[in-house]
């Protein structure tokens, strides 16, 4: 069983710094990739920040220069650190990993349950 587990939300002023965490246990053949997501009420799911196993970063534009994206995907570990925060980013944040569970299962994503994240002016 393949479980994603975020933490490190919480309250924060605008200005201010988080750091988010994201553990994926269970057995596992192969983590492709991982990254975050944030959902804010009433929008749609968006990309924040991705990694891959080759170490290859990927960043949405709202968060480009201010949020870093960090881990080992070998130790099925990553991390976000959210710096310079808005009130704008304020959002669940869901961490998903890209996952071969094993060789006879196709490959596919696995969520988290989200920590919140609220950023006040």
């Known amino acids: 069983q393949v479980q994603v587990v975020e933490s490190g939300g919480g309250f924060v002023q605008a200005g201010g710094s988080l750091r988010l965490s994201c553990a994926v246990s269970?057995?596992?053949?192969?983590?492709?990739?991982m990254g975050w997501y944030c959902q804010a009420p009433g929008k749609r799911r968006e990309l924040v920040a991705t990694?891959?196993?080759?170490?290859?970063?990927f960043y949405g534009d709202s968060v480009r220069g201010r949020f870093t994206i960090s881990g080992d995907i070998a130790k099925k570990m990553v991390y976000l650190q959210m710096n310079s925060l808005k009130p704008e980013d304020t959002a669940v944040y869901f961490c998903?990993?890209?996952?071969?569970?094993?060789?006879?299962?196709?490959?596919?994503?696995?969520w988290g349950q989200g920590t919140q994240v609220t950023v006040s002016s």
């Open positions: 269970g057995l596992i053949v192969i983590i492709f990739s």
């Open positions: 990694i891959t196993g080759g170490g290859y970063t």
């Open positions: 998903k990993a890209v996952i071969r569970p094993s060789a006879l299962r196709p490959i596919k994503d696995y």
